[in-house]
């Protein structure tokens, strides 16, 4: 039986209209049965005079007035509450049809109709105005129809109010359901809009994930493969007439060569997913820029490391990325200012880190963009910018190149 209900109320769902037409036209035609009914009573056992008996064909308009017009019941509720209502008086009122189960089914279903359909700006009036007629006609047959006499004022007072009460009863049944039809609407929309957020966010998630392994591998890569550039030009110079040095810059490249690929495979590591253990170190941190120097080999400028302040534990990101700008100034310094020498300057102060690094080579003008048309200045300033900091790069005064960034260490990072 439950599974019954269900299929036919998925039916009426996708085919409302079409279930609209058939209640109305079963409605009519218990009308029709009623009212043959009552007809076919009265004819049996006559009422006395006054009472006499409306046409038939009269009867039937009625009837079929009350009832078939809730065929468009969802289209236009609020006319088919006012065309079921004036049918309903005027057949009380004026052909005085004996017949009123029927009416009362099609009236309680047309003021649902109204309440659950109507439009916004017409459903109260009409609902109103239409339930005022009624209980305008209950209260003339009550007090001055001639079915009525000797009916006391209490008890004529309570069929006043259960009609009353009988009539804002299909009201605040559509009133409940239209409630709960905007509510799922509502729903629906806050669920397409949290899908296109999700996948708007996911889109994000994915530009900023690729931009990040692009910033990571522009600095593995660069640096690595930079240095190994420079040694060999180093190696294919003094190749000749000093095969010792040339054999110790070989020794730096294929050193240089191995910890690339190591950088490499641990940035993949960061690829793989979270229940993966990665057996690799972790990403580089200011504790490792004594290595950074050195793995450099016999072409590197002279490069002094300065910290000031007590060295603490900071976020991974934060070290990352002051580590990886270190790289990437030392690896221009060295790419445009082969015999210069360098200064990297850390500061840990209360509230920001710094990073600095100096030179006093004469690089070319470009040397701005960093060593790859750009990739590297544009990879210090989203790794400055994910902190919330400031970065600057530049000529300075007195000669050489420098560039200096500034982390703030309030929040997650500090």
């Known amino acids: 039986m439950r599974d019954l209900a269900r299929t036919v109320t998925a039916s009426a769902r996708r085919h409302p209209r079409t279930y609209d037409v058939v209640l109305a036209v079963l409605l009519a035609a218990g009308a029709l049965v009623s009212v043959a009914a009552i007809y ?11 009472f006499r008996l409306p046409g038939m064909l009269a009867t039937v308009l009625v009837m079929s007035g009350v009832s078939l017009p809730l065929a468009w019941r969802r289209r236009f509720p609020c006319w088919v509450l006012v065309v079921v209502v004036a049918t309903y008086i005027v057949g009380q009122s004026v052909v005085e049809v004996p017949e009123t189960q029927v009416s009362v089914i099609a009236g309680s279903v047309a003021i649902y109709s109204a309440a659950a359909y109507g439009h916004p700006r017409a459903r109260t009036p009409v609902l109103a105005l239409c339930l005022l007629a009624i209980l305008a006609e209950v209260v003339r047959q ?58 708007e966010n996911a889109r994000q998630a994915v530009f900023a994930e690729r931009v990040r392994i692009a910033r990571e591998l522009h600095d593995v890569v660069a640096h690595h493969v930079s240095v190994m550039g420079v040694q060999a030009g180093a190696a294919r110079r003094v190749m000749n007439k000093a095969p010792e040095k040339a054999a110790q810059a070989l020794s730096s490249i294929e050193i240089s060569s191995r910890q690339a690929v190591v950088e490499l495979h641990r940035l993949l590591g960061f690829l793989r997913r979270a229940d993966e253990a990665d057996d690799l170190a972790p990403q580089p941190d200011l504790a490792r820029l004594a290595d950074l120097v050195a793995s450099d080999g016999v072409s590197r400028p002279m490069v002094e490391i300065s910290i000031d302040g007590d060295p603490r534990p900071l976020s ?58 750009g990739l590297g200045l544009i990879g210090m300033r989203e790794r400055v910018s994910l902190h919330g900091g400031h970065l600057s790069v530049g000529p300075r005064p007195e000669g050489g190149f420098g560039v200096h960034a500034t982390f703030p260490l309030e929040g997650p990072d500090r």
């Open 40 to 50: 076919d009573a009265i004819r049996a056992d006559p009422p006395p005079p006054p």
């Open 316 to 373: 991974p990101t934060l070290e990352v990325s002051a580590f990886r700008i270190i790289q990437e100034a030392l690896t221009n310094t060295r790419k445009h200012s082969a015999g210069a020498t360098a200064t990297v300057r850390v500061r840990y102060g209360e509230e920001t880190l710094e990073v600095e690094v100096l030179d006093d080579g004469s690089g070319p003008a470009g040397r701005t963009k960093g060593n790859d048309g």
């Open 142 to 199: 009550l007090y001055f129809g001639p079915a009525t006499t000797g009916f006391r004022p209490l008890l004529q007072g309570f069929i006043v109010a259960y009609n009353a009460v009988l009539l804002a009863l299909p009201w605040g049944l559509g009133v409940a359901v239209r409630s709960s039809q905007e509510r799922e609407r509502e729903l629906a929309h806050r669920a397409a809009e949290l899908a296109r957020e999700r996948e």
